[in-house]
């Protein structure tokens, strides 16, 4: 077979030789212990919390080592694309602190010298190499139709044989050229297919960045390198990007592990150094008493776009996957509270085989914890940016009440214990409502043990008493001094004969609290009141006084 001609036949408007190309991407000028890796997610418009996970271990590996990271569009399958989609990821990731140095970017432009880094801009690129591996023998054109190749694995079900397209069952890896010229002349569609060693069962092991020694048998099928629209497929794309834009390592899902061996092969084929792969187990999730993967289907946490949504703070969200990407993170956190997170030795060969288990509390509490340590100002920044976006009522509230809003946020704060009410930004406004009348929703949690009628009492006469220029000491001596009138005794004595009394000091102070802000759980009352004012503090009582009617 005269493989020159074959490719120029096949592939007629590619001129470039893949030395000219090579020239367009020399190698980088890193050191050999510094890292390129790079992110590369279909633009499909949604983005998975394990592709945030793999886009920080990716960037964490990369620039630890004082290396690359890179985001590369992988849009040959145009189907699956949206509008819109590289914006969306780029955004998202922007939004959990994760930058790129090079690639597409939000407005369409691109940047850093190993471009074009959208695969659907490549395609002349792929063909060239293609062309090349025509010429080599390596490659080969198929013009089996969808009913041939469905006709073929049936015969192999049929005889229990791998299915596929390999060996004796590759009907067209044998067309002699006056064949393939006649079905080009008929117009026939055609795939491109690596023409992959027969009959052999080599095996050899490799070395997995995360998961160790992994067993690869060669690959034997002649696997499509460009689809009927000459545009690659991934496999293809992937050997020829990864080589050219000087990939050191390859971080990606494991689902993509079982590929590996067509991956080492396309390298062999191209005489291109392969990467070192590294292969990400799925976050899992616990469904009853049996794990599974996170599901974009049925777990709304499962989408990035939920985090930012609940107002997570970005930090938060990536301590949180550090932890479990890395399961010593936490006791260094512990150790190294003040530091960046960027200082963390981060670790490919300690990331989990079996699939990190993903805990929704445990990144709440990590939440919380952080906001505690805000300033009021930080939160009520953030607050206020969050609320912009997701919830306008809270947001014009914090714009016309800002210095009183920083006052109310600022009650347990700075302390040595500080409160932790908030884990995300969405907490917020039910956690101030009470403060503003815009927001307070007259719902009472009032004890139940307690007849209303003594409640009403209660505030009645606390109304009069209550006057705002009181300290601490002095607004607790009234709450008491309200309790003795009615009956109502110091904790320790009402516990040693709860059924000789009608309630104690601490019933009288959870009903003041309730009427004031319609809860059992708030911060200081005293600072609370104080807060509030004398003026708003009386309508308050009041208006619980009716409630209770
Ligand atoms: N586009 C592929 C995916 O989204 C990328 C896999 C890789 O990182 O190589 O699964």
Partial sequence: ????????????????????????????????????????????????????????????????????????????????????????IVNALAQFGILFDEGATQDGQEVGAYGRYKQSERVNIY???????????????????????????????????????????????????????????????FVLRLKAPENTDKKFEYNDSIRGKVEIVENTQDIVLLKSDGVPTYHFAHAIDDHLMRTTHVIRGDEWLSSLPIHLQLFAFLGFTPPQYAHISPIMKMDGSSKR?????????????????????????????????????????????QTAHTDFPF????????????????????????????????????????????????YDVLVKHEAYTKQILAIGRGVQKPRKDISKWADVAHYLSYFYDELFD??????THLE??????????????????DDNTGWFDKVKALSESIGFVDMKTYK??????????????????????????????????????????????????????
């Fill in 127 to 189: 063909q060239t190499y293609a062309k090349q591996l025509i010429e080599k023998g390596l490659a080969y054109p198929c013009f089996c139709t969808e009913e041939q190749l469905n006709d073929i694995r049936q015969k192999q079900e049929a005889l229990k044989l791998t299915p596929g397209y390999y060996g004796e069952w590759a009907a067209h890896r044998t067309l002699a050229l006056a064949e393939i010229e006649q079905f080009l002349n008929d117009g026939k569609p």
């Fill in 293 to 337: 993967k996170l599901s974009k289907r049925k777990d709304p946490e499962a989408a990035v776009q939920y985090y930012h949504e609940q107002g997570y703070p970005k930090q938060a969200v990536i301590e949180y996957l550090l932890t479990l990407a890395n399961s010593n993170y936490e006791d260094w956190r512990r150790d190294n509270k």
């Fill in 347 to 394: 670790s490919l060969q300690k990331m989990s085989v079996s699939g990190a288990l993903f805990d929704l509390a445990k990144l709440t509490d990590i939440s919380k914890n952080l906001i505690a340590e805000m300033d009021a100002d930080t939160v009520y920044q953030n607050t206020l940016q969050w609320a912009e976006q997701y919830d306008q009522k809270l």
């Fill in 452 to 469: 209303k009628q003594s409640m009403q009492k209660m505030l009645e006469q606390y109304s009069v008493m209550y006057d705002e220029l």
């Fill in 442 to 447: 007259g719902q009472y949690e009032f004890p």
């Fill in 1 to 88: 077979m005269d493989t020159m001609k074959l490719a120029a036949l096949l592939l007629p408007e590619i001129t470039d030789t893949p030395a000219q190309i090579e020239a367009q991407y020399p190698s980088r000028n890193l050191g050999n212990k510094q890292y390129v890796t790079r992110f590369a997610p279909s633009p499909t418009g949604f983005i998975h919390i394990g592709g945030l996970f793999a886009a920080l271990v990716c960037e964490r590996f990369a620039h630890r080592s004082g290396g690359i990271f890179y985001l590369r569009i992988e849009d040959t399958d145009k189907k699956r694309e949206v509008e819109g989609g590289i914006a969306e």
């Fill in 496 to 549: 040693k004969d709860p059924t000789a009394y009608p309630g104690h000091v601490g019933d009288v102070s959870t009903v003041i609290r309730v009427a004031v802000t319609g809860r059992q759980n708030t911060p200081d009352l005293h600072t609370i009141m104080q807060t509030l004012r004398q003026q708003k503090v009386l309508e308050r009582l009041q208006l619980a006084v009716s409630a209770l009617k």
